[in-house]
């Protein structure tokens, strides 16, 4: 398989994705060698699955009422070339046929996503039931063959109609908008959601949607993204994130009066967790590692956990980081039962002190550090196989946060759709990594981690975030040429399905 190139605008996003934890090195230890399923708790206690989103797999895009969202739009502005979510994987009709996948592959677990623009169409308002019944369809399915729904309400795709009329997360009027979705979702589908997660990623979603304007919906100021046309990186990746949690606090809260007593699922919020590392062992790169954990995670981990933002955020942004009201506080505080980290590759960090000498400045330079691979370079490419990082995310977490239940939501190797199709079937760079990460995770359960599931992200191949139809993480490979649509199995498909069916991790690359 060739290995993945990566323009300007990519490594731009591989910055983003970058966003890491302090924690001790000495507790990390190598990860746990021949293991296999029955070495974690058993299902429900544990369970192993893998994802996908709305916009990425559905397709349908302008079908049975659906509307528009930010990420259909931020599509067709041609910022991912000719690419589209319009027919993606076309999950919406062919959603019986992928979850006998899942079947075949042996998940225990599917984590997918409710496209808020199909179930309202105008944001608010009337309820599209061809949407209410896709969703009750898809969620039925899963658990007549035993594989537990886990449902997160918002991946980057909020209805342009709440965007178009007043800014979409940038005003505190999606506050109630989200409230009233999140309830129709509750009340539609919570009698068989026992997980849900309010948002997806969303210190990733600030960054790349306010801050670089990589992300829909694409917004940012000049010098700080690319092209930007609208926004102001200075000012709203903070606004954003501030609505964000008070959106997620009042969907919770709402959950937990209305719902939680007769549904008895559980609620909780997700970002992008990167083990953080100081480049060098300068006291100033190890200052900086720990301003970089402030920033990407402790910003939603710190108010979520404590009732407020990191000591270093108010230092360095000053007045433009929105406070909280004693209210606000106690309503974001301990809104989460369980917290949902995404992990793909460990960071090291590099202080930079100049970015603090300009006046106007965006989020990255009020973080006043570099985010760089292990060499010190711009991160490119293929993941690097550093497992040793999931540790790092989860001892601190233990630490810091008190240990909540966590599940790891996403995580995964990105290979190139650009080789032949022997090539694109035999990913074992994506097993090598797998393998390496759930190794790392056994680690960290037996140093006493409270992890509840791990997801390989993704199931199949899907309309990817950053790079369209090229870049691609699937256990499955999805033939976007032919009309058809045909899932292939990967190797990689091939090696989860023999783990989860009572093998030992290996045992398939012994056999092939
Ligand atoms: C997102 C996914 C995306 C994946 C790989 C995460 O940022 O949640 O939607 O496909 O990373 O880029």
Redesign the pocket.
């Known amino acids: 398989m060739k290995r993945m190139g990566c323009n300007a605008y990519c490594v731009l996003?591989l910055v983003l994705?970058v966003v890491a934890l302090k924690g001790s090195p000495a507790l990390v230890q190598a990860a746990a060698g021949d293991f296999s399923r029955d070495d974690f708790p058993p299902p429900p206690r544990f369970v192993f699955g893998a994802?996908?989103?709305a916009y990425?797999v559905e397709g349908a895009a302008f079908e049975d009422g659906r509307s528009p969202s930010i990420w259909d739009t931020f599509a067709h502005s041609g910022r991912l070339g000719d690419d589209n979510g319009d027919i993606a994987c076309d999950m919406y009709h062919k959603y019986k046929e992928d979850v006998q996948l899942m079947v075949n592959t042996g998940l225990e677990a599917y984590r997918f996503s409710i496209s808020w623009s199909r179930v309202l169409p105008n944001g608010r308002g009337p309820v599209n039931p061809k949407g209410v019944h896709y969703y009750n369809s898809l969620i039925n399915e899963l658990l007549s063959h035993g594989i537990q729904p886990h449902v997160t309400l918002f991946?980057?795709d909020i209805p342009q109609a709440l965007e178009d009329e007043y800014g979409g997360w940038l005003s505190p009027k999606i506050v109630k908008d989200f409230t009233t979705f999140a309830d129709v979702c509750f009340r539609e589908f919570g009698d068989r959601v026992s997980h849900w997660t309010t948002m997806?990623?969303a210190n990733?979603?600030v960054m790349g949607g306010y801050d670089t304007g990589a992300f829909p919906p694409g917004r940012c100021s000049s010098p700080f993204g690319k092209n930007c046309t609208r926004g102001s990186s200075t000012t709203e990746p903070y606004i954003a994130t501030h609505n964000i949690l008070l959106s997620h606090a009042s969907a919770a809260r709402l959950y937990k009066e209305k719902y939680q007593a007769k549904q008895h699922g559980l609620i909780g919020l997700?970002i992008?967790a990167y083990g953080l590392v100081p480049l060098t062992n300068s006291s100033e790169d190890e200052k900086a590692a720990e301003r970089v954990h402030d920033f990407f995670h402790g910003w939603f981990l710190n108010p979520l956990v404590f009732g407020d933002y990191p000591e270093s955020m108010k230092k360095s942004v000053g007045p433009r980081l929105p406070s909280f009201t004693p209210l606000q506080s106690k309503l974001v505080k301990g809104s989460c039962d369980f917290f949902g980290l995404?992990h793909?590759r460990t960071m090291y960090i590099k202080d930079d002190p100049d970015s603090l000498n300009t006046n106007t400045r965006d989020y990255l330079g009020d973080m006043a550090a570099n985010m760089l691979s292990k060499q010190g370079q711009v991160p490119v490419g293929e993941f690097p196989i550093d497992p040793a990082g999931l540790q790092i995310v989860l001892e601190n977490f233990k630490e810091v946060y008190g240990n909540l239940p966590v599940f790891i939501?996403?995580n995964?190797q990105?290979t190139n759709h650009n080789a032949s199709l022997d090539a694109i079937l035999n990913d074992t760079s994506r097993v090598a990594y797998l393998e390496a990460f759930m190794g790392s995770l056994l680690q960290a359960i037996r140093n006493g981690s409270n992890v509840k599931g791990y997801f390989v992200?993704?199931f199949m191949d899907?309309?990817?975030?950053?790079?369209g139809l090229k870049?691609t993480?699937g256990l499955y490979y999805v033939d976007f040429e032919d009309p058809d649509l045909k899932r292939y199995a990967r190797f990689s498909a091939h090696w989860y399905s023999s783990f989860l069916k009572r093998r030992r991790i290996n045992q398939y690359l012994w056999d092939h």
């Open positions: 996003i994705h994802g996908t989103s990425q991946h980057y997806n990623e990733v979603f997700d992008l995404n793909y939501y996403e995964g990105m992200w993704s899907l309309f990817e975030l950053f790079d870049a993480f």
